[in-house]
DNA sequence: AATTGAAGCAACCGCCATCCG
DNA sequence: ACGGATGGCGGTTGCTTCAAT
């Protein structure tokens, strides 16, 4: 690559390189005996000459077993383009919106793949590179956000975890999309201890069905009325209670509510 | 079959925020 | 309050793959 060693890395026999697949294997135990503790202690346990930032870089991005592999699907591109578009290159935090996916790839993807323009039209957006998308429909992937809702503590209970986000739709043309997506991170918890104590299995996604418009008022729904609703809601019914309130929700500006998300690779002493 | 250029992917680097003594 | 250690993030680079010529 052609850098200068990263001054605090003072290791002058640092590999780099590509990981081999004993280099990985040896991680992966590593990181199976000691926890996802501290990178530090990894890199020097492991006895792989890789730095901190190598070791934490291949366990988030592919050694991590709920990474999801393979192209995005057009719902998840759709989400990318929009969540860009409102967040800027906050590439962990719209990760943290992609299950199994790593803000690397994420990046990546927009990097390869996005649009030439941010005002392009509804329709056009949906020929990029000249391949035409399916427009999602609302009701293509109902079922997924309480899926969603449903896998969050198995999820939280990895040693690498999705932030509890999820995927939910509505149509909103008044942002040139086709399909609005958004994951409320209802958290505040700062440790996984709290989000399963306090949150689960309220946490969760909400989907903004049926909404019309976004407007400043949509986002002005903060996560503190958000977690008011959720923890008024009934139990396994958080879909229906809320449609039933006449609430609906599609924040994925509250940038602030989702840096109270657990990042989804929080370390976690096994 | 060989060459070449584009695209995708994997990885490194430096910086910043946070934690902790 | 301060400084070192550490984790995490975003930008960037270089290698690999593959299609076009």
Same mark, same amino acid.
Do not use: M
């Given at each position: 690559m052609g850098r200068a060693a990263? *001054?605090?890395? +003072?290791?002058?026999?640092?590999? +780099?390189?590509?990981? %081999?697949?004993?280099?990985?294997?040896? &991680?992966?135990q590593t990181i199976h005996k000691h926890g996802v503790g501290s990178w530090q202690i990894i %890199? +020097?346990?492991?006895? &792989?000459?890789?730095?901190?930032? *190598?070791?934490?870089?291949?366990?988030?991005?592919?050694?991590?077993p709920d990474i =999801?592999?393979?192209?995005?699907?057009?719902?998840?591109?759709?989400?990318?383009?929009? &969540?860009?578009?409102?967040?800027?290159n906050k590439w962990s935090v719209i990760a943290s919106k992609l299950p199994g996916r790593t803000d690397n790839d994420v990046r990546s993807?927009?990097?390869?793949?996005?649009?030439? %323009?941010?005002?392009?039209?509804?329709?056009? +957006?949906?020929?990029?590179?000249?391949?035409?998308?399916?427009k999602p429909q609302i009701n293509d992937h109902p079922s997924e956000v309480g899926e969603s809702?449903?896998?969050?503590?198995g999820k939280v209970d990895g040693a690498c975890n999705s932030s509890g986000g999820g995927v939910g739709s509505s149509s909103v043309d008044q942002l040139a999309m086709p399909f609005k997506t958004s994951t409320v991170c209802a958290s505040t918890a700062t440790s996984l201890d709290q989000l399963e104590d306090s949150c689960e299995p309220k946490l969760g996604v909400v989907m903004a069905?049926? &909404?019309?418009?976004? *407007?400043s008022d949509a986002f002005a729904h903060s996560s503190d009325s958000f977690l008011k609703l959720l923890s008024d809601s009934p139990e396994g019914n958080d879909m229906e209670y809320l449609q039933g309130q006449g609430h609906s929700f599609s924040d994925?500006?509250?940038?602030?509510?989702?840096?109270?998300?657990? *990042?989804?690779? =929080?370390?976690?002493?096994l």
């Open positions: 990263a *001054s605090c890395e +003072k290791d002058e026999e640092v590999k +780099k390189g590509r990981w %081999s697949a004993e280099e990985d294997e040896i &991680l992966r %890199s +020097k346990k492991s006895g &792989l000459r890789r730095n901190r930032h *190598s070791c934490r870089f291949r366990w988030v991005n592919y050694l991590c =999801k592999r393979g192209p995005f699907s057009p719902e998840e591109e759709s989400q990318i383009i929009q &969540l860009q578009a409102t967040l800027g993807w927009w990097l390869a793949k996005k649009p030439c %323009s941010t005002t392009l039209p509804n329709e056009e +957006k949906w020929h990029i590179n000249d391949q035409p998308k399916e809702f449903r896998n969050i503590k069905a049926g &909404l019309d418009s976004i *407007s994925p500006c509250d940038v602030d509510a989702a840096d109270k998300c657990v *990042s989804p690779y =929080k370390p976690q002493i």
